[in-house]
């Protein structure tokens, strides 16, 4: 499975983006997550989309704010980032695996398959 992110960029605090990740391939047992990784940070989860469906997790710093949806006929997940904040600063990865409980989706190690990354850059 190939995976391609985009859609980073620069935006102003309170400022929205949307992130695609297009996947190659898929089955109905494929989950796809976003991580990011800001300057001199561990990767942290952000979200996840559990088998392609709509049971979807969040991590508490994006709850309410960010949206993670997929269009089946693209084969792509969509990360809708709204009230952006400084913080929200980092590189944003895609991750897909077809083999994952609901207890191991955090997991950024449990995943294969991952996108080549896109830059979020949020000014105050």
């Known amino acids: 499975v190939q995976l391609q992110a985009s859609g980073g960029g620069l935006v102003q605090t309170g400022g929205s983006l949307r992130l695609s990740c297009a996947a190659s391939a898929r089955t109905s047992s494929t989950t796809v997550a976003w991580f990011r990784q800001a300057p001199g940070k561990d990767r942290e989860f952000v979200a996840a989309?559990?088998?392609?469906?709509?049971?979807?997790y969040y991590a508490d710093s994006v709850k309410g704010r960010f949206a993670i949806s997929g269009d089946n006929a693209k084969n792509t997940v969509y990360l809708q980032m709204n009230s952006l904040k400084p913080e929200d600063t980092a590189i944003y990865y895609c991750?897909?695996?077809?083999?994952?409980?609901?207890?191991?989706?955090?997991?950024?190690?449990?995943?294969?398959?991952w996108g080549q990354g896109t830059l979020v850059t949020v000014s105050s």
């Open positions: 991750a897909a695996d077809s083999s994952l409980i609901v207890s191991t989706i955090r997991l950024s190690e449990q995943y294969d398959y």
């Open positions: 989309a559990f088998r392609w469906s709509s049971n979807t």
